[in-house]
């Protein structure tokens, strides 16, 4: 086997009793690292502090990957402009935070009748979220309508660097129930 030592120098082929006989006099382990490589390949190191560092370093990567999970906030037509503010905020917020925002329209009787009420709502709610990007167009699913929303990273860049393209933040209008 090719023995490597602590430091990363080769120490050349040796057998299996000189690499065990090595490694006990530096009082650390002997641990094959390619075993498929011809011929194979041993290193001497102290496995447990090996091991140790390999699961810091897992756990670290772990702690840099962005986590994004769905988050859904519901409407119905007939919503009032209060709640049509407080929801579309806190859909924001879920934006702002890395979240994708399911959000879905919710018919009850004939108000299945008129989706384009439904579809005005969604329309507003990506209008007033500009750092949103529409990832799901507004599609009608049985009782429901549904879109799904998507930080947009480049006009989240764009706004961080106070980029002059990037559009001003829409005012809250008040809004007005659609008509039954």
């Known amino acids: 086997m090719r023995l490597v030592d602590p430091d990363g120098n080769q120490l050349g082929i040796k057998t299996l009793p000189e ?13 094959e690292v390619a075993p498929l490589a011809d011929p194979p390949v041993c290193r001497i190191l102290n496995y447990g502090k090996w091991k140790y560092e390999a699961a810091q370093r897992d756990k670290e990567s772990r702690k840099k990957a962005a986590t994004s999970s769905i988050k859904e906030m519901k409407y119905r037509p007939k919503i009032g402009g209060g709640d049509f503010d407080t929801k579309t905020r806190k859909v924001g917020e879920f934006i702002d935070e ?3 925002v399911k959000i879905t329209i ?10 384009e009420l439904g579809k005005r709502i969604l329309d507003r709610i990506a209008e ?10 507004p599609k ?6 549904v879109m799904v929303l998507a930080p947009d990273r480049r006009a989240r860049a764009a706004a961080k660097a106070g980029h002059p393209e990037t559009p001003p933040q829409p005012q809250p209008q008040p809004s007005t129930p659609p008509a039954s």
């Open 106 to 115: 919710m018919f009850r009787g004939r108000e299945v009748a008129h989706p």
């Open 128 to 137: 007033q979220l500009p750092l949103a990007k529409v990832e799901a167009a």
């Open 140 to 145: 009608l699913d049985g009782r429901n309508m």
């Open 19 to 31: 690499a065990l006989s090595i490694a006990r006099d530096l009082e650390l382990d002997l641990v």
């Open 98 to 100: 890395g979240h994708k």
